[in-house]
């Protein structure tokens, strides 16, 4: 069965303190990884697109990288407006839909 | 530009009654795609719209649930002979074409509760 985990459920950092979110997927054939934000009473905000393991992309204070069985979001001396909920997803193969994680809820204290 | 769009942005009803929810996604965009959010659930997928037709509805609950979508654009969400159970937030995406490994962007979605 298709699924995605998230760790952890819920983070809790200083601002300027550095972290990594994580993403592991049990999926044949994957056609894409997907990182979005949400912020309370919000829809997800898309952030990045993964293909293929070993792929990076940066935006700001975050970078998304791809192994073959996870990924990471790092966030960087992140800023309390960094608060909001992660989510990750993958897009099942042969299927327009995509199956989301749980989410990791990140907070940022100033 | 203008995302996409779903109204209203709240409803409450009560249970047995119908209800209607609409999305409008970013112009131009083919495909579209509900998915509801519920309390300490993830997203999970509801149905895909391809132009008018809807080649998967695989995550349709029941059978009170039916969408639909007109001249490629507009989508309508319709609940039957609501429940309790029915209470989440209903989201709307769309990619900009069928090609899948198009991004999904998302709406402000319509927080639904079934008193």
């Known amino acids: 069965e298709d699924q995605v985990t998230q760790s952890p459920e819920a983070l809790r950092l200083q601002e300027g303190e550095s972290s990594s979110l994580n993403c592991s997927y049990t999926?044949?054939?994957?056609?894409?990884l997907f990182w979005y934000r949400q912020d309370p009473g919000k829809g997800p905000e898309f952030l990045f697109t993964l293909y293929s393991a070993g792929e990076e992309k940066e935006k700001e204070r975050l970078k998304a990288t791809l192994t073959k069985k996870e990924s990471f979001l790092h966030i960087t001396a992140p800023k309390p407006e960094d608060s909001a909920t992660y989510l990750c997803a993958v897009l099942i193969p042969g299927a327009q839909k995509l199956v989301f994680g749980q989410g990791t809820r990140l907070t940022i204290n100033p | 530009g203008a995302g996409v769009s779903q109204s209203p942005s709240n409803k409450v009803t009560e249970k047995g009654k119908d209800v209607e929810l609409r999305c409008d996604p970013i112009s131009g965009h083919t495909a579209l795609y509900w998915y509801r959010q519920s309390l300490g659930q993830g997203l999970e997928f509801l149905i895909y719209f391809q132009g008018n037709s809807a080649p998967d509805k695989s995550g349709l609950p029941s059978d009170r649930f039916s969408a639909e979508r007109t001249g490629g654009s507009v989508s309508t969400l319709t609940i039957q002979r609501t429940q309790q159970e029915d209470s989440a937030v209903y989201l709307c995406?769309?990619?900009?074409?069928?090609?899948?490994?198009?991004?999904?962007?998302f709406g402000p979605g319509t927080r639904l509760t079934v008193l």
């Open positions: 999926v044949s054939g994957l056609r894409g």
């Open positions: 995406a769309s990619s900009k074409r069928r090609d899948s490994t198009n991004e999904q962007f």
